[in-house]
C-alpha cells in the first residue's frame, strides 16, 4: 500500500513538473516573440475572438463572414479605398512585397476592406489583386464598418476636400457630378493580423518596412500555430 501511495505521489509531481514547464515555457515563449518581432509588431495581451462580428459584403453585395474565406489561415487585415491617392497603394504594395519575402504565405490571407463601399462595391477584387493575385477585398455598409471599426479600434472619416473646387467649377457653369465623386478618407493605415482562429492578435504599426513585417509575421505564425 506504501509502496502505491509513493507511486501515485510520484505521477503527480511529475504532471505538476510537466504542467509548470509547459506553462512557464509558453510565457517565456510568449514574451520571446513579443521582444522579436517589436517595433513591427505589438502583440495584443490577450488575443480576443472577433469571428460574430466580422461581417462583410462582397462585389456582388452578398453577406460573408471572414470565416467563410479564411480557410484555416491567418489573416493581415488592411482598412482603405480603391480611388485612395496615395498612402493605401504604397500600403499595399508594401504588404505585397512583405508577402513575397515570407516563408509562411501560404499560411497567410491578405484581406483588403474598403472603407469606402459607396464607390468601391464591384471593383473590391480587382483593386486588391490588382497588387497581388491572392489578395482579397471585401467591404460593409456604414452602419457595420462603424461597429467594426469601434471593436477593433480603427476608424475612418470622409473628408470634403474638394468642396470648394466643385464650388468653383459650378460657378463657371461646367457639368457637375454627384458629390460622393468628390472625398477623400482618413482611416487608421496599421494592419490587423488575425490567427486562423479570427483572433486579434496583433498590430503592425508605422513605418511599415516589408522585410522587417516579413520576419515579425513568419515568427508570429510559427510560433503561435
Not at 125 to 147: I, M, R
Not at 167 to 178: E, L, P, W
Request: with cysteine; glycine share 4%; net charge negative.
Amino acid at each position: 500500500m506504501k509502496k502505491i501511495n509513493q507511486f501515485i505521489s510520484l505521477i503527480l509531481i511529475a504532471l505538476v513538473a510537466v504542467a509548470c514547464f509547459l506553462y512557464f515555457g509558453g510565457q517565456q515563449d510568449i514574451e520571446g516573440l513579443k521582444k522579436s518581432v517589436a517595433p513591427t509588431a505589438s502583440l495584443y495581451p490577450e488575443a480576443k475572438s472577433f469571428s460574430e462580428q466580422l461581417n462583410f459584403i462582397n462585389d456582388q453585395s452578398e453577406s460573408l463572414n471572414l470565416s467563410e474565406i479564411s480557410q484555416g489561415k491567418w489573416i493581415l487585415m488592411y482598412f482603405g479605398y480603391a480611388s485612395c491617392p496615395d498612402v493605401c497603394p504604397m500600403d499595399l504594395s508594401k504588404i505585397n512585397l512583405s508577402f513575397e519575402m515570407m516563408e509562411n504565405k501560404d499560411k497567410l490571407q491578405v484581406v483588403f476592406i474598403s472603407v469606402d463601399p459607396i464607390r468601391d462595391i464591384g471593383v473590391l477584387n480587382q483593386f486588391a489583386s490588382a497588387f497581388n493575385s491572392s489578395f482579397l477585398g471585401l467591404t460593409a455598409n456604414n452602419q457595420e464598418l462603424e461597429a467594426i471599426g469601434k471593436s477593433l479600434g480603427v476608424y475612418h472619416q470622409i473628408v470634403e476636400s474638394q468642396k470648394l473646387a466643385k464650388s468653383d467649377h459650378s460657378n463657371h457653369g461646367d457639368h457637375d457630378t454627384d458629390s460622393h465623386e468628390h472625398y477623400n478618407v482618413d482611416h487608421t493605415t496599421s494592419f490587423l493580423l488575425f490567427s486562423p482562429g479570427l483572433k486579434l492578435t496583433a498590430l503592425l504599426t508605422s513605418p511599415h518596412e516589408p522585410k522587417p513585417m516579413a520576419e515579425a509575421l513568419d515568427r508570429i505564425i510559427e510560433t503561435l500555430r
